[in-house]
C-alpha cells in the first residue's frame, strides 16, 4: 500500500483565546482567558494566539487584551502570538512583549472593509509601518489571510487574489501567511489551489492553514494541506469560535480532532490528548455548552463509560 507523503510533524497553533473567544456575546473574564492559556500550554501546545489589540467597540470581548498578556505564567519554547490591526494596536501590544504580531488582511474586497475598514490596498499601506516597526523590536510576523477561498459577501474567491495578496504581503516583510478559509466553506481542491497560488511568495515552513468548520471539512482540508507538505494549523479547543464579521461561520477545527487524527497518522503533535480533551471540556463546561470536538466528546464518553466504546471488550 503506498501512503501520502506527509509531513514527519506537525505544529499546531491554538486560536481558541482569540479566535474562540472573540465573538462570545457573554463577557468572558480575563481570569478564564488567562486559565485557558495556561491549561493548552500544560496539555502540549507549543503556539497559542492569545488576543487581540482592535478596538474594543468593534470587538467588546478582547479588550481585556492586557490583562490577559500579564496574566498569563509563559513557558519557555511557547509562541504567544495576538493580532494588530494598525500602529495603535501594535503600540498597545509592545507592552505586553508578544513573540508574534499577526497582521490580518483579506483575500476579498468587501470583506476587508466590513472587518477592518479599509481597503486591501490601504491595509498593506497601514500594515507596512506595523511590520516593520515590529520586526525592529525583534517580535515576528504572521500575516493572516481571510476569504481565501471564500467570502461571505463575494462568494468564491479565485485563487489569484489569495496569490496576490500574499505577494503583497511578503513585500512588506511578513515571514509566515495564514492561508484562511474564514467561513468554513472550503473543500480540499480549492484550500490546495489557495496554498499553491501562496506558494509563489512563501515557503512550505512559513505557510498555515486556518480553517474554519462551518461545512464541516476543516479536516479534510487539513489532510489535503498536509498532502502539500504544509505542517502549520491553526485550530480551536472544543471548536470555539467565530468571526463577528463573518455571520452564520462557526468556530475553527477543533484542536482535539485535528490531533486525534495526526496521531492516528503516527505524527507527532507534542500535545497530550486527554489534557486537551479535559481543556476543551473545561471551556465548554464554562461556557455552558457541549464541545464543539467530536473526538473530544468521544473521549469523555468513553472515559464516563469505564471504556464501553472498546469496542467488543464487555
Ligand atoms: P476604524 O474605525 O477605521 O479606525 O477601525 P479609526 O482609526 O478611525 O479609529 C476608530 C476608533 O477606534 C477610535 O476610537 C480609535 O482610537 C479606536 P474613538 O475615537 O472612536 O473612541 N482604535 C483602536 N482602539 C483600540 N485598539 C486599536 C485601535 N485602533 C483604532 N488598535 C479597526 C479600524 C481596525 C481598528 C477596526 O476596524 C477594528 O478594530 N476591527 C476589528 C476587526 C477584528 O478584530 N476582527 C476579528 C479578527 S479577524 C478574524 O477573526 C479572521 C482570522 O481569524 C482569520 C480568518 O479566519 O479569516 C484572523
Ligand atoms: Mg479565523
Request: charged letters at 20%; glycine letters at 10%; hydrophobic letters at 40%.
Amino acid at each position: 500500500m503506498t501512503t501520502p507523503n506527509y509531513p514527519a510533524r506537525v505544529r499546531l497553533i491554538d486560536v481558541g483565546p482569540r479566535d474562540g473567544l472573540q465573538n462570545e456575546a457573554q463577557p468572558v473574564p480575563a481570569s478564564t482567558k488567562i486559565e485557558l492559556v495556561q491549561r493548552l500550554q500544560a496539555a502540549g501546545v507549543q503556539e497559542i494566539e492569545v488576543t487581540s489589540y482592535v478596538s474594543p467597540k468593534w470587538v467588546p470581548q478582547m479588550a481585556d487584551n492586557h490583562a490577559v498578556m500579564q496574566g498569563i505564567a509563559r513557558r519557555a519554547g511557547v509562541r504567544y502570538s495576538v493580532l494588530v490591526p494598525n500602529m495603535r494596536g501594535l503600540q498597545a501590544a509592545l507592552r505586553d512583549r508578544p513573540d508574534e504580531i499577526v497582521v490580518f488582511g483579506a483575500a476579498s474586497e468587501t470583506f476587508s472593509q466590513r472587518n477592518i475598514n479599509c481597503s486591501i490596498a490601504e491595509s498593506i499601506e497601514r500594515f507596512a509601518p506595523v511590520v516593520e516597526a515590529a520586526r525592529q523590536a525583534g517580535i515576528a510576523v504572521r500575516g493572516a489571510m481571510s476569504c481565501a477561498v471564500g467570502c461571505p459577501y463575494e462568494g468564491d474567491i479565485a485563487p489569484e487574489r489569495v496569490g496576490a495578496l500574499a505577494r503583497q504581503l511578503k513585500a512588506i516583510g511578513v515571514q509566515r501567511v495564514d492561508v484562511a478559509d474564514t467561513i468554513g466553506v472550503g473543500t480540499p481542491l480549492k484550500v490546495q489551489r489557495a496554498i499553491e497560488a501562496t506558494l509563489a511568495h512563501f515557503d512550505l515552513d512559513h505557510i498555515s492553514g486556518h480553517f474554519h468548520d462551518t461545512y464541516g471539512q476543516a479536516l479534510a482540508n487539513t489532510l489535503a494541506a498536509m498532502q502539500m507538505g504544509v505542517w502549520h494549523f491553526q485550530c480551536s479547543v472544543a471548536g470555539l469560535g467565530g468571526c463577528p464579521y463573518a455571520p452564520g461561520a462557526t468556530g475553527n477545527v477543533a484542536t482535539e480532532d485535528v490531533v486525534y487524527l495526526l496521531h492516528g497518522l503516527g505524527i507527532d503533535t507534542g500535545i497530550d490528548l486527554d489534557a486537551l480533551a479535559d481543556t476543551g471540556a473545561w471551556i465548554s463546561g464554562v461556557l455552558g455548552r457541549p464541545t464543539g470536538s467530536r473526538a473530544g466528546r468521544a473521549l469523555l464518553a468513553k472515559r464516563a463509560s469505564g471504556d464501553a466504546l472498546s469496542c467488543g471488550t464487555r
